[in-house]
């Protein structure tokens, strides 16, 4: 049996300080278990398994004429940070940019990677609080327009 730090509580109470069990429901299992003479292993397997996947949508900010993607972000969070990868890798075609708030800001309280550096790594195109005047000055992205004014056409289509 493989011990565990103390238990976080829950519906059905927290395990005793020195019970290798997160809850006071396995820990009463575990005492059935040992008072009936079963031999059993506590969180000795990990197993793996894929969450389906499920069509999800983006909706961005702005749409420049020159077939840019402006999204606006205050706060960053992990959830955006997914998507916006996940909206790139599956849209390559597309000029996606962000405008931070602040950049310099840190992903999280306990990471020294911010908003830009991340940007940088995953090759998103960002500045701060305005559109730069040369994104705007942009001559126009031929393959972005195109596959805007695809989903532009099917969402006309589906109304």
């Known amino acids: 049996m493989r011990r565990r730090g103390t238990s976080k509580g829950g519906y059905w109470g927290k395990a005793h300080d020195t019970s290798p069990y997160r809850s006071g429901l396995e820990d009463l299992v575990s005492q059935q278990l040992e008072r009936l003479g079963v031999k059993f292993r506590y969180e000795d397997v990990t197993l793996p398994y894929v969450r389906p996947s499920r069509k999800c949508r983006y909706t961005p900010d702005f749409l420049l004429p020159n077939?840019?993607?402006v999204e606006t972000k205050g706060r960053f969070v992990t959830?955006?940070?997914q998507k916006m990868l996940q909206v790139k890798e599956q849209h390559p075609d597309l000029d996606i940019r962000i405008v931070f708030s602040n950049p310099s800001a840190p992903i999280s309280k306990?990471?020294?990677t911010t908003y830009a550096m991340w940007c940088e790594r995953y090759?998103?195109?960002y500045a701060?609080?305005?559109i730069p005047e040369a994104w705007l000055q942009e001559p126009p992205n031929k393959k972005a327009i195109k596959a805007?004014?695809?989903f532009l056409k099917s969402q006309c289509n589906a109304e």
Request: aromatic share 12%.
């Open 110 to 112: 306990r990471s020294k």
């Open 123 to 125: 090759g998103f195109k």
């Open 67 to 69: 077939g840019i993607i």
């Open 148 to 150: 805007l004014k695809r």
């Open 128 to 130: 701060k609080q305005f």
């Open 79 to 81: 959830a955006d940070r």
